[in-house]
């Protein structure tokens, strides 16, 4: 196997047959920073949680999994955390469906209005459901670096005519997550996803899809607009970094502290949890 990168979760290698094996390490990131503390199993969480995704989204589109084997000569530690893929041409846009209002459309809303060129209805909340899903995409930014906002404009520049099928294929993968996790009790307030194209120029659904660092899930039964929200995903981590207790200023320009054992055992815990209540089955 051929090293080919590294990003902020994930290595990539090239297997002699051309194909690509995709391995998820237990790192997280937040505001930009891979944190030097790692969260037990999560590689394994989000790639158990994808692949169950990627079988009931295959309707709407392909995805990028070949095998969810481990290679003969892969080690022994990535069994359940590594995936054998096709390669694609990546979109350089990243595709982002947003159903409720938090986060930085929440910021971007408060200022002007309206979430990366779209208008929406005055007096939203933290956490308030949007009218329709909305396509919200921003640029891909290299590790270190912040996605910025754009417009559907701005994607119709960047890709072309490409750009009308990334809009209703996000918010079609939005709509199906958010349908089957409501059923389930989890509100996916949004999601992000990465697309490629195959060498035949259709759309692929790669890398995660609908896990707890690709979206943001709400408990359906604590949802309450007007504030922050409880959540099975990596929201409790920055909420953490942000807090008085960890003593890191986001401005200082240096990296955030290591998390604490009871954050690392709670974020874990919250994974889990996720994965459990959406697939129904037991995380082992």
């Known amino acids: 196997m051929k090293h080919l990168h590294s990003g902020k979760v994930r290595d990539l290698y090239e297997l002699p ?12 990131s937040a505001y930009d920073y891979v944190l030097d503390t790692p969260i037990p199993d999560k590689g394994r969480i989000l790639t158990q949680l994808s692949l169950w995704w990627f079988e009931r989204l295959a309707d709407l589109l392909p995805n990028h999994i070949v095998s969810a084997d481990l290679p003969p000569d892969a080690p022994a530690e990535w069994a359940g955390r590594a995936v054998v893929v096709r390669r694609l041409d990546m979109v350089p846009v990243e595709c982002v469906a947003r159903g409720y209002l938090t986060g930085s459309g929440l910021k971007e809303y408060t200022k002007t209005g309206s ?9 939203l909340l933290d956490g308030s459901r949007l009218p329709e899903p909305i396509f919200t995409p921003t640029t891909k930014a290299a590790v270190g670096e912040h996605d910025e906002a754009m417009t559907f404009t701005q994607v119709e520049a960047t890709v072309g005519d490409l750009a009308p099928r990334l809009r209703d294929l996000t918010v079609a993968v939005y709509r199906r997550g958010a349908e089957m996790a409501r059923e389930r009790g989890i509100i996916v307030a949004d999601t992000k996803i990465e697309l490629g194209l195959d060498p035949s120029g259709e759309l692929v659904l790669g ?3 609908l896990t707890p660092d690709s979206s943001r899930f709400w408990p359906a039964d604590a949802w309450e607009p ?12 920055r909420d953490w970094l942000t807090s008085p207790e960890s003593g890191w200023d986001q401005a200082s320009g240096e990296a955030p502290p290591p998390l604490p054992d009871e954050i690392v055992e709670q974020t874990r815990a919250r994974y889990v949890e996720a994965y459990e209540r959406i697939t129904a089955r037991t995380f082992t």
């Open 17 to 28: 047959t051309g194909e690509l094996l995709m391995v998820a390490r237990d790192t997280i």
């Open 226 to 237: 007007g504030h922050a929200q409880p959540s099975f995903d990596k929201q409790f981590v």
């Open 207 to 209: 890398d995660e899809v």
């Open 115 to 123: 979430v990366c060129g779209v208008a929406l209805p005055a007096g």
